[in-house]
């Protein structure tokens, strides 16, 4: 079966830093790869999402590139603010399926 | 345009006590996802619907759990009777069919925290 998995946290960085938070993934078919982000007291929202291998996604200036030779997905951004401080899924989904998420990452951006 | 809606946003009940969530889908979304969040966990799908008819329950407690969509728009998701694990957020999700583009973005509500004494 599908599978996502993604770097524990909590990831603590200062403002301005650079961040990388890993994702691997396991599908049988070609999946769509999505980042989805959960703000303190807010519902989930999609981030980003890419749909065919080598495909970058990008968004609020987080971007990810879908690799197949290494199944991953990993999400940089170049410099954080503190108003990126939330939890962050991979996750992935064939077409029309439902979707397969990682665990989370909670990213805490210090000032 | 208004999003996913759910009621209620938070419940508390016993265990072995029965308890229902209501979701409404953004208007015009045939596809309509139920995901159960367990605290410090992505989330898991729980049930899939295509218009009123289901396409994947394969990760539903059917013994206890139970979903409808009727007329294709609604939904109401049940518990009965509730265990101890079964506290977590429940999650309703709507996305519009993927047509020819691909995978369509789901659009989540915020959200039904439960919690089981």
């Known amino acids: 079966g599908n599978s996502v998995t993604q770097m524990e946290g909590p990831v603590t960085l200062s403002e301005e830093a650079f961040l990388t938070i890993n994702c691997t993934y396991t599908?049988?078919?070609?999946?769509?790869l999505f980042w989805y982000v959960q703000y303190p007291g807010e519902g989930l929202q999609l981030l980003l999402k890419?749909?065919?291998?080598?495909d970058k996604g990008s968004n609020k200036g987080f971007e990810a590139t879908y690799r197949k030779e290494t199944t991953s997905f990993h999400l940089e951004k170049g410099s954080v603010q503190v108003s990126d401080s939330a939890v962050y899924f991979c996750?992935?989904?064939?077409?029309?399926?439902?979707?397969?998420f990682g665990k989370g990452t909670h990213l805490i951006i210090q000032p | 345009e208004a999003g996913v809606a759910q009621s209620p946003r938070y419940k508390i009940i016993e265990k072995r006590q029965s308890v229902a969530f209501w979701c409404n889908p953004i208007?015009?979304?045939?596809?309509l996802y139920w995901y159960q969040q367990i605290l410090g966990q992505g989330p898991k799908l729980l049930i899939q619907?295509?218009?009123?008819?289901?396409?994947?329950d394969s990760q539903l407690p059917k013994d206890r759990f139970s979903a409808e969509r009727l007329k294709g728009v609604d939904s109401t998701l049940k518990i009965q009777p509730a265990k101890l694990e079964d506290s977590a957020v429940y999650l309703c999700?709507?996305?519009?069919?993927?047509?020819?583009?691909?995978?369509?973005?789901?659009?989540f509500g915020p959200g039904t925290r439960l919690t089981v004494l």
């Open positions: 208007s015009g979304h045939a596809t």
């Open positions: 890419a749909t065919k291998a080598d």
């Open positions: 619907f295509q218009n009123n008819g289901v396409v994947d």
């Open positions: 599908a049988t078919g070609y999946p769509s």
């Open positions: 996750a992935l989904s064939d077409i029309a399926d439902g979707l397969t």
């Open positions: 999700a709507s996305s519009s069919d993927p047509g020819t583009s691909g995978v369509q973005e789901q659009f």
